[in-house]
């Protein structure tokens, strides 16, 4: 397929790219910018790994082509703001393998931000998405509650 030359609005910068803007902007974060903190798991939007921001909200870098992504903010685990979620993934011991934690905490962290106290229920809806094949799933809600709790403590 032909190049064109886009751009992405990638971390608060912008990328002028000479590509095909049907690439999934999962190869640009990676291969083209070196961005490797967005993993690659399934690449059809079954495993959550690839899971960014784009204008807050999580989305799938697998699925989510150059030319859908114009004029949108993408943000990545390198630009996230954690507020509070690394201490509380430390604390309650949640990364085992790891692979999938880039996606968790992104996912994690667009769920706070738009629900500051979240239910069990909220936060299963909200994490569905996201696999870990090392089972963190009760660490993480833990630590989602953890989060939650100092933060409406403030
Ligand atoms: S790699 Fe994107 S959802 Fe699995
Ligand atoms: S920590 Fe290993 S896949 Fe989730």
Request: proline fraction near 3%.
């Amino acid at each position: 397929m032909a190049s064109e030359k886009l751009t992405l609005m990638l971390n608060g910068k912008i990328f002028t790219l000479d590509t095909d803007p049907n690439m999934p902007i999962l190869w640009v974060i990676r291969d083209m910018l070196g961005m490797t903190g967005t993993k690659y798991g399934c690449g059809a939007g079954l495993c959550g790994a690839c899971t960014v921001h784009i204008d807050g909200k999580p989305a799938r870098a697998c699925l989510t082509s150059v030319a859908q992504a114009q004029g949108k903010h993408v943000t990545t685990i390198e630009a996230l703001e954690f507020e509070g979620l690394k201490e509380a993934w430390n604390t309650h011991n949640v990364p085992q393998c790891g692979y999938c934690q880039s996606g968790q905490l992104m996912s994690a962290a667009a769920l706070l931000a738009s629900n500051a106290t979240p239910t069990d229920a909220d936060i299963e809806t909200a994490m569905s998405g996201n696999i870990c094949r090392c089972g963190t799933y009760t660490r993480i809600k833990a630590a989602i509650q953890s989060v939650a709790k100092k933060r409406t403590e403030k």
